[in-house]
Antibody, heavy 118, light 108 residues
Framework: QVQLKESGPGLVQPSQTLSLTCTVS????????VHWVRQPPGKGLEWMGRMKYDGDTYYNSALKSRLSISRDTSKSQVFLKMNSLQTEDTAIYYC????????????WGPGTMVTVSS | DIQMTQSPASLSASLGETVTIECRASEDIYNGLAWYQQKPGKSPQLLIY???SLHTGVPSRFSGSGSGTQYSLKINSLQSEDVASYFCQQYYDYPPYTFGAGTKLELK
């Protein structure tokens, strides 16, 4: 069955770089896009960016200067790197699969909590 | 960017009641709308896509409707397992995909 799982450090110091991995199973990264969405504690959802099935990337313009998404198809993994972290980047980070025509998100990982603090 | 405005922000309802949550887009999104349910401590789950199509496995008491800039999610015969936050998301004009701020549904 389709599964996604995020992994990474729970704590990052201010101004440092966040590195997260999304490991997927049950589908191919060459057939479906994977997106990153984050949610600050008690708040709403923010789309961050996507790794398209053809290897192309799209980023939220609000984060574009700090964000990079890449993949390793042989390992079924998608990577997120975001630099210059600040306390407002504290959030649950989700990876999610793009559904039909990459319009909506049909499967989600459980999420990983990232706290930015010294 | 298209802004999504959800209402109400919170809602209290009784078991068996019918509940409606609204979502308004800042411009016409031509039914490019999805609804998600997020239970406490869990990740969001897709309920509805294309404004009114039920995702696989979602109970038929959930339904979506609307057009243009105005959309709604209806839950018939509210069950205890429906206690959650609900989010709308537009995908007519992206990037970025944008979400509503959410509606928190509690039992009365």
């Amino acid at each position: 069955q389709v599964q996604l799982k995020e992994s990474g450090p729970g704590l990052v110091q201010p101004s440092q770089t966040l590195s997260l991995t999304c490991t997927v199973s049950g589908f191919s990264l060459m057939d479906y896009s994977v997106h990153w969405v984050r949610q600050p504690p008690g708040k709403g959802l923010e789309w961050m960016g996507r790794m398209k099935y053809d290897g192309d990337t799209y980023y939220n313009s609000a984060l574009k200067s700090r964000l990079s998404i890449s993949r390793d198809t042989s390992k079924s993994q998608v990577f997120l790197k975001m630099n210059s972290l600040q306390t407002e980047d504290t959030a649950i980070y989700y990876c999610t699969r793009g559904g039909e025509l990459d319009w909506y998100f049909d499967f989600w990982g459980p999420g990983t909590m990232v706290t930015v603090s010294s | 960017d298209i802004q999504m405005t959800q209402s109400p922000a919170s809602l209290s309802a009784s078991l068996g009641e019918t509940v409606t949550i609204e979502c308004r887009a800042s411009e016409d999104i031509y039914n490019g709308l999805a609804w998600y349910q997020q239970k406490p401590g869990k990740s969001p789950q897709l309920l509805i896509y294309n404004a009114n199509s039920l995702h696989t496995g979602v109970p038929s008491r959930f339904s979506g409707s609307g057009s243009g800039t105005q959309y709604s999610l209806k839950i018939n015969s509210l069950q205890s397992e429906d206690v959650a936050s609900y989010f709308c998301q537009q995908y007519y004009d992206y990037p970025p995909y944008t979400f509503g701020a959410g509606t928190k549904l509690e039992l009365k």
